[in-house]
């Protein structure tokens, strides 16, 4: 049924319309699942219902999604350390 010879990442669909992807090892049926590999991009939103994404690493490039506590304890932690220079204010009085 499946075509002879194939490579990691080709795909293949039946007549019937039924879509497959070989991962190196067996043809896996594509649809309906995300693979927990990673061998698969995700290509649309991904709907929670609701739900939540547990166990997040915490992001290491600006394209990562960002973990609740590293956002948390980042914050604004050391920013009036960082500032550095003059502080001018100016006064405008209006009469009435």
Do not use: C
Not at 48 to 76: E, F, I
Request: glycine fraction near 16%; aromatic fraction near 10%.
């Amino acid at each position: 049924m499946f075509p002879a010879g194939p490579l990691l990442g080709d795909f293949y669909t039946t007549p019937a319309g039924t879509k497959y992807r070989f991962n190196g090892t067996q043809w896996m049926i594509v649809g309906g699942h995300l693979p927990k590999n990673g061998s698969e991009a995700v290509t649309g939103n991904l709907p929670m219902g609701g739900n939540k994404l547990t166990g997040l690493a915490n992001g290491s490039a600006a394209t990562d999604s960002v973990a609740l506590g590293q956002v948390s304890t980042a914050g604004l932690s050391g920013l009036a350390s960082d500032l550095t220079g003059t502080l001018s204010l100016a006064f405008r009085f209006v009469r009435f």
